[in-house]
Nanobody
Framework: QVQLVESGGRLVQAGGSLRLSCAAS????????MGWFRQAPGKERDFIAA????????IYADSVKGRFTISRDNAKNTVYLQMNSLKPEDTAVYYC??????????????WGQGTQVTVSS
């Protein structure tokens, strides 16, 4: 069992930056692939980024490639999402997830409760 808690979301102006964190409980953090997703009001939950167990092989959605960076610190049981050059369309609730394989689908085993990111124009 893994419990995930996101933090770092807030209101930011367009062009600004934020770093989201996702802290995981349990001793098996390094055995999970970690992902970030987001869901805007009235829309489906979309894949943003994922990273392998040891921090390699990151993958990104085209909409954030070059602006967002996913990373992890297994010693701290934490995965991060650095978001730069934010746009109003990045406004959403951001979720982290843990699963057995790199995937752009929603087939992760564990999910956090989400953190709100609002980008003003």
């Amino acid at each position: 069992q893994v419990q995930l808690v996101e933090s770092g979301g807030r209101l930011v102006q367009a062009g600004g930056s934020l770093r989201l964190s996702c802290a995981a409980s349990g001793r098996a953090f390094a055995s999970y692939v970690m992902g970030w997703f987001r869901q805007a009001p009235g829309k489906e939950r979309d894949f943003i980024a994922a990273i392998g167990r040891l921090g390699g092989n990151p993958i990104y959605a085209d909409s954030v490639k070059g602006r967002f960076t996913i990373s992890r610190d297994n010693a701290k049981n934490t995965v991060y999402l650095q978001m730069n050059s934010l746009k109003p369309e990045d406004t959403a609730v951001y979720y982290c997830a843990a699963g057995p394989r790199l995937s752009v689908r929603l087939d992760y085993d564990y999910w956090g409760q989400g953190t709100q990111v609002t980008v003003s124009s």
